[in-house]
């Protein structure tokens, strides 16, 4: 089954402890990106990636880091997570740009307490 | 500068009754792409539709439809006889043309549909 897999699905932490939510797509998609999602301001992009060892700041990239090391994973690296972290999480594929829709994974709930 | 902007933050309705959700968006390219994402309660983001900015044609998929206007800078969703299934968030989102993974969202529109 075509899909987009992260986990955890749900964490809770505290402030500074360093954690990695995993992104995992089995489409062989080239793009890839993180999203936040908090009340009121819909999603936001984190980071984007056109391939592999090709990354690229999204709106919100401030505290976080990622990494493409294959084309199946696009894991988000919080180093120091503070409480303003606090967000649902999406990953996210698509086959190219622009043209093709993304597909999202199904969302990681993180609590930075 | 990419915007898109849904005033609607949240609408209710009785089942069967017809409801659009209103997206207007903001760009300077002459090509672009649009699409349309649910989130159902159970939180997950389903792609509904996606349109590019020269194909003006509306679109019908069984309940839904959609209208895009380049004139006004609007792609509105509608949904006929509307049923409790109905019940999301939605998510209008515009895509520039050019090599990039950036997809610009709106706020969201909560529908909540009450039999």
């Known amino acids: 089954e075509a899909q987009v897999t992260q986990n955890p699905r749900y964490l809770i932490t505290v402030t500074g402890k360093k954690l990695t939510v995993t992104c995992s797509q089995n489409m062989n998609h080239e793009y890839m990106s993180w999203y936040r999602q908090d009340p009121g301001l819909g999603l936001r992009q984190i980071y984007y990636s056109m391939n592999v060892e090709v990354t690229d700041k999204g709106d919100v990239p401030e505290g976080y880091k990622v990494s493409r090391k294959e084309k199946r994973n696009f894991p988000l690296i919080l180093e120091s997570p503070s409480p303003n972290q606090t967000s649902l999480y999406f990953c996210?594929?698509?086959?190219?740009?622009?043209?093709?829709?993304?597909?999202f994974g199904p969302g990681t709930r993180l609590t930075v307490t | 500068a990419q915007k898109v902007t849904q005033a609607q933050t949240e609408i209710s309705v009785v089942e069967k009754e017809d409801v659009t959700l209103d997206c207007v968006y903001e760009?300077?390219?002459?090509?672009?792409?649009l699409f349309w994402y649910k989130q159902p309660p159970s939180g997950e983001l389903v792609f509904l539709i996606r349109r590019n900015s020269f194909d003006e044609q509306n679109e019908i998929s069984g309940r839904y439809s959609w209208n895009f206007q380049k004139s006004t800078s609007s792609f509105n969703f509608t949904i006929t006889a509307s049923q409790v299934v109905d019940s999301a968030v939605y998510f209008c989102a515009l895509r520039r043309s050019y090599n990039t993974d950036k997809l610009i969202f709106g706020t969201g529109t909560r529908l909540q549909v009450f039999p």
């Open positions: 760009t300077r390219d002459t090509t672009y792409y």
């Open positions: 996210a594929s698509s086959l190219f740009a622009s043209v093709y829709e993304q597909y």
